[in-house]
């Protein structure tokens, strides 16, 4: 039943497709919304125990696997798991939040990295674009499909290039003896691994670049991708250029259901209610949401720092103040308190500059 898959959520959905089922439709049957599936199937949530049951039943599981299912579904790891290693996505942070928009981006570097023409694959762009996030959820989607799994590197906190190895070893699990050059012992034990490595925040160590691209050669079945602002700039390098979340379609009367279908708007909207529980998107404010937004560019981090300050105002005062808040953003105060702190220090990506 649960071969091949270490992660419920990517089961769940190859599983309901194989049914022919929309997400919609399993929702319905379970008695559940339409995001709550949403949500299981990017591992963003974990089914109750009556959810898992009621899935169990949806999706034609034996009875004599049922108790196998919900425990699995619940967040033990399927017991016939290819990964004798360890976890398939090891590292991989969870974040708190859920993804917005980014589906065909995520499809699209999914192929890319499963295309075996494709050693390194490097999402760039501007700080707060959403670099890490959208690479955060392609590991851990893409991780069980590849048979040594997914690490994740976080390299934003290192000091000096010539440290990255040894983060990579640290997260591979390669014990570094002192006696020989971490760079050959890192070939040894990755020669024969079929691994994704997500390097993230590479632009922070680029000189590092040439030592990667020397792994990748004598390490014929890895794959890494790399989040960076600035190109890697190595042989075999691919890029992906991430873009801003989708804004609402900017000419013509404002539709409100359009609004709301936006990313970048529905990224505004979850960020307020977290300040300010009871705000909601209406008629009346849509079109000063959408406007905050494509001031903002669509720049998922900017926005959440917007966001945040609708504690107090109004999308209408906010946006007013605008001009205002650009200049004085970000105070450390005026975000969440668990931003990395690069993130705290981001003036000139919210002022656009
Ligand atoms: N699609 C998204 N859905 C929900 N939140 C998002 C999305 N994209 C980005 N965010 C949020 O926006 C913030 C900035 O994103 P992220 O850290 O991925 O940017 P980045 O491009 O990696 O920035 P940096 O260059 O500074 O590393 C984070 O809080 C992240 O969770
Ligand atoms: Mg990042």
């Given at each position: 039943?649960?071969?091949?898959?270490?992660?419920?959520?990517?089961?769940?959905?190859?599983?309901?497709?194989?049914?022919?089922?929309?997400?919609?439709?399993?929702?319905?049957?379970?008695?559940?919304?339409?995001?709550?599936?949403?949500?299981?199937?990017?591992?963003?949530?974990?089914?109750?125990?009556?959810?898992?049951?009621?899935?169990?039943?949806?999706?034609?599981?034996?009875?004599?696997?049922?108790?196998?299912?919900?425990?699995?579904?619940?967040?033990?790891?399927?017991?016939?798991?290819?990964?004798?290693?360890?976890?398939?996505?090891?590292?991989?942070?969870?974040?708190?939040?859920?993804?917005?928009?980014?589906?065909?981006?995520?499809?699209?570097?999914?192929?890319?990295?499963?295309?075996?023409?494709?050693?390194?694959?490097?999402?760039?762009?501007?700080?707060g674009?959403?670099?890490?996030?959208?690479?955060?959820?392609?590991?851990?989607?893409?991780?069980?499909?590849?048979?040594?799994?997914?690490?994740?590197?976080?390299?934003?906190?290192?000091?000096?290039?010539?440290?990255?190895?040894?983060?990579?070893?640290?997260?591979?699990?390669?014990?570094?003896?002192?006696?020989?050059?971490?760079?050959?012992?890192?070939?040894?034990?990755?020669?024969?691994?079929?691994?994704?490595?997500?390097?993230?925040?590479?632009?922070?160590?680029?000189?590092?670049?040439?030592?990667?691209?020397?792994?990748?050669?004598?390490?014929?079945?890895?794959?890494?991708?790399?989040?960076?602002?600035?190109?890697?700039?190595?042989?075999?390098?691919?890029?992906?250029?991430?873009?801003?979340?989708?804004?609402?379609?900017?000419?013509?009367?404002?539709?409100?259901?359009?609004?709301?279908?936006?990313?970048?708007?529905?990224?505004?909207?979850?960020?307020?209610?977290?300040?300010?529980?009871?705000?909601?998107?209406?008629?009346?404010?849509?079109?000063?949401?959408?406007?905050?937004?494509?001031?903002l560019d669509?720049l998922?981090l900017a926005i959440e720092l917007a966001?945040?300050?609708?504690?107090?105002?109004?999308?209408?005062?906010?946006?007013?103040?605008?001009?205002?808040?650009?200049?004085?953003?970000?105070?450390?105060?005026?975000?969440?308190?668990?931003?990395?702190?690069?993130?705290?220090?981001?003036?000139?990506a919210v002022?656009?500059?």
């Amino acid at each position: 039943m649960l071969l091949g898959r270490s992660t419920f959520g990517g089961w769940l959905r190859e599983r309901r497709r194989m049914l022919d089922l929309t997400q919609a439709e399993l929702a319905r049957r379970v008695g559940c919304s339409e995001i709550t599936i949403r949500k299981i199937e990017a591992n963003d949530r974990i089914p109750s125990r009556q959810i898992a049951e009621l899935l169990a039943g949806m999706l034609d599981i034996p009875s004599a696997e049922r108790a196998t299912f919900v425990a699995f579904a619940r967040g033990r790891p399927a017991p016939s798991a290819p990964h004798p290693a360890g976890p398939a996505v090891q590292g991989v942070p969870a974040p708190l939040t859920r993804l917005l928009g980014r589906e065909q981006a995520a499809a699209a570097i999914a192929r890319r990295l499963l295309d075996e023409e494709v050693r390194l694959l490097t999402l760039v762009g501007p700080p707060g674009i959403g670099k890490t996030r959208l690479a955060l959820h392609v590991a851990a989607e893409l991780g069980p499909q590849f048979p040594d799994g997914a690490r994740f590197v976080p390299l934003a906190a290192l000091a000096d290039a010539q440290l990255v190895l040894e983060a990579v070893a640290q997260a591979a699990g390669v014990g570094a003896d002192a006696g020989r050059a971490l760079a050959d012992q890192l070939v040894d034990a990755l020669r024969e691994r079929a691994l994704l490595l997500v390097l993230d925040n590479f632009e922070h160590v680029l000189p590092a670049a040439s030592e990667i691209a020397q792994l990748l050669t004598h390490c014929p079945r890895l794959t890494v991708l790399a989040t960076s602002r600035a190109a890697l700039h190595v042989r075999g390098e691919q890029l992906f250029p991430v873009a801003p979340l989708a804004l609402p379609p900017p000419c013509g009367p404002l539709d409100a259901a359009q609004v709301a279908s936006s990313p970048a708007v529905q990224l505004f909207v979850e960020r307020t209610q977290a300040v300010a529980p009871h705000f909601a998107l209406s008629a009346d404010n849509a079109p000063a949401v959408a406007a905050i937004c494509a001031r903002l560019d669509g720049l998922p981090l900017a926005i959440e720092l917007a966001a945040a300050r609708c504690r107090l105002l109004s999308p209408a005062a906010l946006l007013a103040r605008l001009a205002e808040l650009r200049a004085a953003l970000p105070a450390p105060a005026q975000g969440p308190g668990d931003l990395p702190p690069r993130h705290r220090g981001l003036g000139p990506a919210v002022r656009g500059g």
